[in-house]
């Protein structure tokens, strides 16, 4: 398959194909969206609680980021990979964040950033730009925003944030990002901003006539089963398999089913006379 890059992404726009991008944290399941044929990873903060157990993406770092980047890169060979700037990466001046892009870039091996965030990190995504290193912006539901929002909700249900997701998404736009995520953003509203833009929209939660769509690989694979957000499909219920395989190992190593004969390695046994 031909190696997916950012102007894949706007062709993709100008011809109406639609665009998929899925979450991943590690090198196994990297390797397995690449080969799926899937067109993008998104190393995602989210690692923070499906990863690493953390209550939100707050607690995540530059180099947690890092280190899982790298590791996907390492996977997949073909699509694109996208990694967040996790919280407080990109909020203490342009410098830090266009240092700390880099080095998502250099050390993580990715091929672009996702900042969260409209027409107040409009000034950042551009200076990131501007050192050459492609951004997807990210509007909407925005979790490193989650105590200012006060909570996850959706976002644009009245006239005050239509007006400011509209003019998040011409801003970021604008200052050169080559796609923009909208997070947990009523249908309607999501397919307008898709209409006003030339670049491609990225939808979670945000219906169907987004250019692409974007799910946690944990969440589309049923590997979760306490909460379901409502914007996510089970494509296949991957949890349940992997909790019977664990289950079927406990059983058979307890009832001395496994290993056996054929799992051994044999040898000459007269080695071990008189030892």
Same mark, same amino acid.
């Given at each position: 398959?031909?190696?997916?890059?950012?102007?894949?992404?706007?062709?993709?726009?100008?011809?109406?194909?639609?665009?998929?991008?899925?979450?991943? #944290?590690?090198? $196994?399941?990297?390797?397995? !969206? @690449?080969?799926?044929?899937?067109? *993008?990873?998104? =190393?995602?903060?989210?690692?923070?609680?499906?990863?690493?157990? #953390?209550?939100? $993406?707050?607690?995540?770092? !530059? @180099?947690?980021?890092?280190?899982? *980047?790298?590791? =996907?890169?390492?996977?997949?060979?073909?699509?694109?990979?996208?990694?967040?700037?996790?919280?407080?990466?990109?909020?203490?001046?342009?410098?830090?964040?266009?240092?700390?892009?880099?080095?998502?870039?250099?050390?993580?091996?990715?091929?672009?950033?996702?900042?969260?965030?409209?027409?107040?990190?409009?000034?950042?995504?551009?200076?990131?730009?501007?050192?050459?290193?492609?951004?997807?912006?990210?509007?909407?539901?925005?979790?490193?925003?989650?105590?200012?929002?006060?909570?996850?909700?959706?976002?644009?249900?009245?006239?005050?944030?239509?007006?400011?997701?509209?003019?998040?998404?011409?801003?970021?736009?604008?200052?050169?990002?080559?796609?923009?995520?909208?997070?947990?953003?009523?249908?309607?509203?999501?397919?307008?901003?898709?209409?006003?833009?030339?670049?491609?929209?990225?939808?979670?939660?945000?219906?169907?006539?987004?250019?692409?769509?974007?799910?946690?690989?944990?969440?589309?694979?049923?590997?979760?089963?306490?909460?379901?957000?409502?914007?996510?499909?089970?494509?296949?219920?991957?949890?349940?398999?992997?909790?019977?395989?664990?289950?079927?190992?406990?059983?058979?190593?307890?009832?001395?089913?496994?290993?056996?004969?054929?799992?051994?390695?044999?040898?000459?046994?007269?080695?071990?006379?008189?030892?």
């Amino acid at each position: 398959m031909k190696k997916v890059t950012v102007s894949t992404f706007q062709e993709a726009k100008e011809k109406g194909e639609k665009l998929t991008m899925l979450t991943a #944290y590690d090198y $196994t399941t990297a390797k397995l !969206v @690449d080969e799926a044929g899937v067109d *993008s990873i998104l =190393v995602g903060d989210s690692l923070g609680m499906t990863m690493l157990g #953390y209550e939100n $993406t707050l607690p995540v770092t !530059v @180099d947690d980021m890092i280190h899982h *980047s790298a590791a =996907v890169a390492r996977g997949a060979k073909r699509l694109f990979i996208v990694c967040d700037m996790p919280f407080l990466s990109y909020s203490t001046g342009i410098r830090d964040s266009v240092m700390n892009a880099g080095r998502m870039i250099q050390e993580g091996m990715a091929h672009a950033v996702k900042l969260e965030g409209g027409v107040e990190v409009a000034e950042i995504i551009r200076a990131i730009v501007d050192a050459k290193i492609p951004v997807c912006a990210h509007i909407g539901l925005t979790p490193q925003s989650i105590n200012a929002l006060g909570g996850f909700k959706v976002q644009g249900k009245t006239d005050d944030t239509v007006k400011k997701l509209i003019a998040d998404a011409k801003a970021v736009e604008e200052a050169g990002a080559f796609a923009v995520v909208l997070e947990c953003v009523p249908a309607p509203l999501a397919k307008k901003i898709t209409e006003i833009l030339s670049i491609p929209t990225i939808g979670i939660g945000a219906g169907a006539d987004c250019d692409g769509q974007v799910l946690v690989y944990q969440d589309m694979l049923g590997m979760y089963d306490d909460f379901t957000p409502k914007f996510v499909k089970h494509f296949a219920q991957v949890g349940e398999a992997m909790k019977e395989g664990f289950s079927a190992y406990d059983r058979a190593v307890k009832a001395g089913e496994f290993p056996t004969k054929e799992h051994e390695f044999a040898m000459d046994e007269d080695l071990l006379k008189g030892i």
